[in-house]
Structure formats: C-alpha cells, structure tokens
C-alpha cells in the first residue's frame, strides 16, 4: 500500500533510492544535497538495502565510481549540488559517452562565485550539453516520481543515458510536503530488474571501456549519442505513461496551466511554477487571459511540443533561474525562442532572470511580469528584452 | 572486428570494444622509421627488452630471445636503450639491413 507523509525534497528522493535498491552509490556531501544521501547511508547501514556505498574524497570520484560501477555492470546512483556538479565535470560528459545510465539527483543551487548555498539553476544548466537527459521537478512529490522514473527511461535500451533529476535547493529539498510513496514492492515492479550491457564483470565476454577514439570514429559515436536523446524523446513518455497506469500521476514534456485559451503565457522550471499558478488563478479573475506552462523535460528539448502548445500566444514570458552571460538571455528564454523561431511560432518572447542564489521571488513580482507581457500584447512592442527580476538598481 | 569505414549504426555504442585482443589487428609496424637489430652473440638473455617492449614485440622462444615482430614492432627503440649490454642497434628504415 502506498502511504502519505510530510517529507522534504532529500528524504522523498532518498526513499526513491531505497526502493529502487541501486547495486551501487558513491557520492559527496554537499548542500543542499547532503541529506539525501545521508538519508540514504542510513538505509545502507540499517541493511534495508543490499547497495554498496562507496564513500569517496570528491565529486570528480563519485562520478568516477559511478561510471566504473555502470561499467561493471551495476545499476548506479548519485545525489549532487552546484560546485560538487562542476567538479565532476569532466566525468558527467565521459558518463553519457560510454553510455552509463546512472540517475543523478541534482538538488538546484547557485554556482560559486561568489559563494552561496541556495537556490538557482546555474548548476545543471551549465551541464545541458553533456549530454544527460534532464528532468526538473516542482515539489518533493515530482523529485520522487522523476528519481523512479529516470531508472526505466535511462536504462531503456535504445536509450542508456545518464539521467540528472532536478528540484529546487532547500525550497523543495528541505520544505515538508505531503509526498505519496508507493509500496517497495509496486515501484520495483514498476522498474523492473536490471539488464547490464557489455559488464566488465563478465569476464566470458570481455570488454574495453574508454578508448581511445580519434577522427576515424569519434564523430559516429556522437551521432549515436544524438539518436539516444531522439530515442529518449519517444520513451519518456512511455515510462509516464506506464507511470501513471501504476500510480495515476500523470506527467510529460510540460505542465500546462491555464494554458489552453490564454493569450500571455509564462514558462517557468521547479517550484516557482507554484507560485506563478496561483497568481494565474488571481489574474484570471480580473478577467486577465493568462497560462502558465511549466517545462519537465529539458534534454531532450521538447521544441516542437513546445511550439505547438505555444502557438497561438500572443506575448510569451520566460523565466530563467540562471543567466548565460553574453548570450541573447537565459538559457530557457534562448532554447525556447529557437523553438519557437524554428517551428514560425509568431508570440512576442521576453525574458526575465529571477531568483538568482536564492533570491525570493514573490506573487507581485510575478505579478509585474504578468502586467507586463499585457502591455506588449497592447502595444506590440518589447519594452525590454532580458529583465533581471527583483535587482536592485 | 568493426571495419574501418562502418558507419555509426554498425558499431558499438559508448566506444566500447567488443571483441577481445582485437589489438592483434592493429599493425603498428607501419609506424617505424628505425628497426631494432639483434647481435645474437652479444645477448645475453636477459628479457628486460622483452619486459620493457611497450608492443610486445620482442619474440622470445624457450626462453631465448631470437628476434622481433615487425609486424608490431613500432621501432621506439626502448629495447636498444635498456639492453645492459648493448646488443640492439636501431638501423633507419630507409638503410638496407644486414
Ligand atoms: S635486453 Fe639485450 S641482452 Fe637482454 S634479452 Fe634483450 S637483447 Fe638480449
Ligand atoms: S623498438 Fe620498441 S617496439 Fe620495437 S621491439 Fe624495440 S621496444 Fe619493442
């Protein structure tokens, strides 16, 4: 039987771990992930798990053990933040190209520096050509469903990417909510046993990771790498929808709220969507035609799912919890502009960057971007590109 | 064995290699501007060549070394350097050997 409790974000998502009982976790404190897999050790000492967890002086190591265990043949998994993120680097881009699929929780946080432990998505968006797939979550709920989820789609054998499940850092992480967990047995069904591909542990078969590949095949294994991603595209929602048929949550590439006849439309990532929905319901009773659309999915970058759910907007709003200085805006605002671009979606786009290191984002800031995606539907003109929401001038 | 000219569809995924010892095919003798030659009458049996060849390419019977696998050998010259007594010279291709 599934069973509801008050959990934080950390606790949901180390529940997620035990119950998929990964043969291996190698991981490095830090905040705001930390108890996560301190949650998790627990259950590893209490021998609720048959995991071998391996205790390791860096992230740059967890991710290297990580990719040795997948390597060997394990079902693996990790938890990160921010600079724990950056210091793996180097091995989050070797763990999609040798084709690991190990499922990172990666609790949002600002990148130094200057040094800040909270809030933004600067982290894994620098990560969002490494080629992981990446899913954000709203709430503690969405994090524990998106770690289960991400087993079956990065273990899916037309798929075998690493995949990086995200939410936000101490607002979601450390915030008790109401979280459905499912029964051990349910969710294990749910992502069945695991397959191994090519283990070094099976010394009938043997096997050479790692090496190395020059320009006579260095181009086709990326290629291969481009056609798992179009493959993820396919299985994500399968596993959703298998999801939903074990447990009824109902998930996809987006959220639509309100979406369907509003003209200004906001799209924003984790838990600020929260708080922009219910400024929607409070502009709506003033009459006011507004949606909001919360993308899920961020690699594969759902565009044309994207475009046809945007299409007849009038003014687009997005959001981004980091930056990507020197370029047009934020990192969502650029995707999803040449998303929009590519597939002649004709909506006004602006976009406004908020929240940067755990800055707070209130309903009348979102308010005011609101009232401001109004003015541009009245007068057709963008009055600023990239806004920088809430900065004090 | 994946052929030199496979397209991305027809060969292994992550860069993995799946066919074990498949560096047997791969002729890194075409590599060697010098050859290491062996005088017999001053080797002394040693192996430190044979130890030390990074392509493994000292041939090496009844415990004897009797000479090199050109095929592989890729002509470093580690062999000459390290015999204690001196009984691999390394000739230019290009010179006809003895
Ligand atoms: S290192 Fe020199 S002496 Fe020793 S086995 Fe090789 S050739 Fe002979
Ligand atoms: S020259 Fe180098 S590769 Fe050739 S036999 Fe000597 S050590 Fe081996």
């Given amino acids: 039987m599934s069973r509801f409790e008050a959990m934080d974000g950390n606790t949901a998502t180390a529940e997620a771990m035990r119950q998929v009982n990964p043969d291996v976790v190698a991981a490095y404190p830090i905040t705001p992930q930390t108890s996560t897999v301190q949650t998790f050790s627990q259950f590893v000492a209490d021998g609720e798990v048959d995991t071998e967890f391996i205790r390791v002086e860096s992230e740059h190591s967890a991710m290297s053990a990580c990719i040795g265990a997948s390597a060997a043949g394990g079902r693996v998994m990790t938890a990160t933040s921010a600079n724990g993120l950056a210091l793996m680097w180097e091995m989050v881009y070797i763990a999609a190209s040798n084709r690991a699929p190990i499922v990172m929780t990666v609790v949002n946080r600002a990148l130094s520096g200057p040094i800040n432990i909270h809030c933004d998505h600067s982290d894994s968006m620098g990560t969002r050509d490494a080629g992981w797939i990446q899913l954000f979550g709203e709430n503690p709920q969405e994090g524990y469903d998106n770690a289960i989820q991400a087993v079956r789609i990065a273990e899916h054998e037309d798929v075998l990417l690493p995949v990086m499940s995200m939410y936000d850092g101490f607002i979601t992480s450390h915030g008790l909510e109401r979280v459905q967990i499912e029964d051990d047995e349910a969710v294990r069904d749910f992502i069945g046993p695991f397959t191994a591909h090519d283990a070094l542990l099976d010394v009938d078969n043997p096997v050479t990771y790692g090496p190395l590949d020059f320009y006579d095949f260095y181009m086709e294994h990326k290629r291969q790498q481009v056609e798992a991603m179009k493959y993820a595209k396919r299985v994500i929602p399968e596993v959703a929808a298998d999801f939903e048929k074990h447990f009824g949550r109902r998930y996809g590439f987006f959220d639509e709220y309100r979406l369907d006849d509003a003209e200004l439309a906001l799209v924003v990532l984790s838990s600020t969507a929260g708080t922009a929905r219910s400024v929607v319901d409070s502009l709506r009773a003033q009459g006011l035609k507004v949606g909001l659309l919360k993308p899920r999915v961020f690699r594969p970058f759902p565009a044309e799912e994207l475009a046809d759910a945007l299409r007849d907007k009038i003014v687009v709003g997005v959001m981004d919890r980091s930056d990507s200085f020197g370029a047009l805006g934020g990192p969502l605002f650029v995707e999803l502009s040449a998303a929009l671009k590519t597939y002649d979606v004709s909506a006004k786009m602006v976009d406004y960057v908020f929240g940067l290191g755990g800055r707070d984002t209130t309903p009348s800031q979102i308010e005011s971007v609101f009232r401001d995606l109004a003015e541009m539907a009245e007068t057709g003109e963008i009055k600023q590109l990239v806004t920088y929401l809430g900065v004090r001038e | ?98």
């Fill in chain 2, 1 to 98: 064995m994946v052929k030199l000219n496979a397209g991305w569809r027809e060969i292994p995924i992550g860069g993995k290699i799946v066919d074990a010892g498949n560096a047997r095919e791969y002729e890194t003798g075409s590599w060697r501007a010098t050859t290491p030659v062996v005088d017999q009458e001053e080797c002394i049996n040693c192996l430190l060549c044979w130890i030390l060849c990074p392509d493994s390419s000292i041939d090496v019977k009844d415990e004897e070394m009797v000479g090199f696998h050109l095929r592989f050998c890729k002509g470093c010259g580690i062999c000459a350097e390290i015999c204690p007594v001196d009984a691999i010279e390394m000739v230019p291709e290009t010179e006809p050997e003895e």
